[in-house]
């Protein structure tokens, strides 16, 4: 099992940045691909980005794409969203999810067994 807790939302304007972090506790977090999703108020959990084991392999949604970027420090049992040119429509909570051990990176949230309490983004225009 792996705990993981988000920080770094809050309120920002139409164009800003903010950094997500997602602290992990457990001995298996170098092992496991890390993804981020993220859900607006009425609408579905979405994919945002994911990361594999090594931080060699990434994933974008196509909405985030040239915006967002997804890292990893293993050592500090991390993951980092930095989020770049922010919009109203990022508008959501995000939450941090660990895979399913050994688990490449994917889009699916059936393939993350992990799950932090997320953190709000709000984005005003």
């Known amino acids: 099992q792996v705990q993981l807790v988000e920080s770094g939302g809050g309120l920002v304007q139409a164009g800003g940045s903010l950094r997500l972090s997602c602290a992990a506790s457990g001995r298996t977090f170098s092992s496991r691909a890390m993804g981020w999703f993220r859900q607006a108020p009425g609408k579905e959990r979405a994919f945002v980005a994911a990361?594999?084991?090594?931080?060699?392999?990434?994933i974008y949604a196509d909405s985030v794409k040239g915006r967002f970027t997804i890292s990893r420090d293993n050592l500090k049992n991390s993951v980092y969203l930095q989020m770049n040119s922010l919009e109203p429509e990022d508008t959501a909570v995000y939450y941090c999810?660990?895979?399913?051990?050994?688990?490449?990176?994917?889009?699916?949230?059936?393939?993350?067994?992990?799950w932090g309490q997320g953190t709000q983004v709000t984005v005003s225009s």
């Open positions: 990361i594999n084991w090594s931080g060699g392999d990434t």
């Open positions: 999810a660990a895979s399913r051990l050994g688990g490449r990176t994917s889009y699916l949230t059936t393939a993350y067994n992990n």
